[in-house]
C-alpha cells in the first residue's frame, strides 16, 4: 500500500521545526520519512545561498523547485512507493506563500501561477498541517535568532500568513490549520493527533 504524505506549514517562528524535531523522537512516528524542504542536497545549498544573497527572485523560485523537483524522484516518490509515510518539514504550500509574497508586485496573481508551476509533476500531500499565527507574536519568538533574514520580517509575514491561509481556504479537506498560539505541549498533542489520525485512522 502506498504511504502517506503529510507535510507541515507555517510562517517563521510558528514552533512547525519544534514540533518536527520532536515527532522524529516519538514512538508512535517511528518508521517514518522525515525530511524537509530546502533539502539537504546540493540543489538545497544552492537554495540557501540564494536566500542569503541578493539573487533574482525567479531564480530564487526556479532554484526551489528544481530542489522540490529532485526530492521527489530521489526520496518522497520512492518512499511513498514503498509503503513508508513521509512527513515533510514545508513542502510546496512553503513555494506558494513565500514566493507568492516575494513575487506580489512582478505578477497580478503569483500564488496561482506558483501553483500552476508544479501541475502535472508534484505529488501533493495527503495532509497539510498549517501552523497557524500572528507574524507579531512569531517574529517576537525568532528575537534570539536576530535579524535572520529578509523573511523574518512582520510586513511580509502578513502576506505569506494570508497566502497560507488562502491555500487553505481554498482546499479545506487538505489542510489542518492548527492554532500555533498556544503553549508548546498543545500545541504538539494537537498536531500529534491530527496526524496519528491521517495515518492510522486513530485519535
Ligand atoms: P527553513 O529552513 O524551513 O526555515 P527555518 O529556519 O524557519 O526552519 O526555510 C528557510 C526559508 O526558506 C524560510 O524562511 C522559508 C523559505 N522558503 C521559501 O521561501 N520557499 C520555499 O519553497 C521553501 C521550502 C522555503
Same mark, same amino acid.
Given at each position: ?18 514540533? @518536527? *524535531? ?11 520519512? +522525515? ?12 537554495? &540557501? ?16 523547485? !528544481? ?28 513555494? @506558494? ?6 513575487? !506580489?508586485?512582478?505578477?497580478?496573481? $503569483? ?13 501533493? $500531500? ?15 519568538? @525568532? ?12 510586513? +511580509? ?5 494570508? &497566502? ?14 492548527? &492554532?500555533?498560539?498556544? $503553549? ?7 498536531? +500529534? ?8 485512522? *486513530?485519535?
Amino acid at each position: 500500500m502506498r504511504g502517506k504524505l503529510i507535510t507541515l506549514e507555517g510562517i517563521d517562528g510558528s514552533g512547525k521545526s519544534t514540533v @518536527c *524535531q520532536l515527532m522524529k523522537n516519538e514512538k508512535r512516528f517511528s518508521g517514518h520519512v +522525515f525530511t524537509r524542504e530546502p533539502t539537504t542536497s546540493w540543489i538545497g545549498d544552492a537554495v &540557501n545561498r540564494a536566500l542569503r544573497s541578493d539573487t533574482d527572485l525567479i531564480a530564487e523560485l526556479m532554484l526551489f523547485l !528544481a530542489d522540490h523537483a529532485d526530492h521527489i524522484s530521489r526520496l518522497i516518490r520512492p518512499s511513498l512507493e514503498s509503503g513508508s509515510n513521509v512527513i515533510s518539514d514545508r513542502y510546496s504550500a512553503s513555494r @506558494c506563500a513565500y514566493q507568492g509574497a516575494t513575487l !506580489a508586485g512582478l505578477f497580478d496573481e $503569483p500564488l496561482d501561477w506558483i501553483r500552476s508551476l508544479h501541475k502535472g509533476w508534484t505529488i501533493e $500531500p495527503d495532509l497539510i498541517v498549517l501552523f497557524d499565527i500572528d507574524p507579531l507574536v512569531a517574529v517576537k519568538r @525568532c528575537g534570539e535568532r536576530g535579524e535572520r533574514s529578509k523573511f523574518e520580517k512582520i510586513e +511580509f509575514l502578513k502576506k505569506v500568513r494570508s &497566502n497560507y491561509l488562502r491555500l487553505a481556504a481554498d482546499e479545506p479537506s487538505r489542510f489542518v490549520v492548527i &492554532n500555533a498560539d498556544r $503553549p508548546l505541549d498543545e500545541v504538539k498533542e494537537d498536531v +500529534f493527533r491530527t496526524i496519528a489520525h491521517a495515518i492510522e485512522g *486513530q485519535e
